[in-house]
């Protein structure tokens, strides 16, 4: 079985940008959940989907926002991106409510 | 709201010592309880688990944790470490119904090994 991947592994943005980050789950899963890592701190959960709905956010505005698609693949976008969007996102797929299963994340500097 | 709180920032031991991480976490029924790790640069792995049953769950590596209701901790514990288990260990919350869950991470506890 495929374990959770994620693409790009690094990118730089400059503020006011916007960006995507991708998440392909691990097969069989049908729930996905995007964390932000800052240096030095816990993840932070943003957002997760079941079954292509929004079935839980944690404390992030608005433009933060998420897809998931039939197959379970999942995507983040943060729009007018600033300084403090720089960290560490993490990606994590579970079948219903379980055991997460990270991927290696994708690190976004704001210049 | 829930919370999850791990006092410890940073703790260093010998290697062949005992281990012992708290967690304390703040939810108004059972959650579910994790453990994590994470080596520098790489996603997080799974350690161990409560959901439910047995309150002392064994975990890879060697790891086990007891989950005591009493005073809202799930402890990680190993008798004896390694020189591989120095990395950052967190403890998680799921908590919430069918129609809203999250997950909720402590701020971590860095492990530190001494030859």
């Known amino acids: 079985e495929t374990g959770v991947t994620q693409s790009p592994t690094h990118l730089i943005k400059t503020r006011g940008q916007q960006v995507t980050l991708r998440c392909s789950s691990q097969s069989g899963h049908n729930t996905v959940s995007w964390y932000q890592q800052a240096l030095g701190q816990g993840p932070q959960f943003i957002f997760q989907y079941y079954r292509e709905e929004e079935n839980g956010r944690g404390n992030f505005p608005p433009r933060f926002s998420g897809l998931q698609f039939p197959n379970y693949s999942s995507e983040l976008n943060v729009n007018a991106l600033e300084l403090d969007d720089s960290a560490l996102y993490l990606c994590a797929s579970s079948l219903d409510v379980g055991e997460l299963f990270f991927g290696e994340g994708s690190r976004l500097t704001v210049l | 709201a829930q919370s999850v709180t791990q006092p410890d920032i940073h703790i260093t031991v010998s290697e062949g010592a005992s281990l012992e991480l708290r967690c304390n976490y703040s939810?108004?029924?059972?959650?579910?309880l994790f453990w994590y790790v994470q080596s520098p640069g790489q996603g997080l792995q799974l350690l161990l688990k409560?959901?439910?049953?047995?309150?002392l769950v064994q975990g890879i590596k060697g790891f086990e944790a007891e989950f005591k209701r009493s005073q809202s901790s799930f402890n990680l514990r190993k008798p004896s470490v390694h020189w591989s288990d120095a990395a950052e260990y967190f403890c998680?919350?799921?908590?919430?119904?069918?129609?809203?869950?999250?997950?909720?991470f402590g701020t971590g506890t860095r492990l530190k090994v001494l030859a």
């Open positions: 998680a919350v799921g908590a919430g119904t069918s129609g809203t869950y999250k997950y909720i």
């Open positions: 939810y108004g029924a059972t959650p579910y």
């Open positions: 409560y959901f439910s049953g047995d309150t």
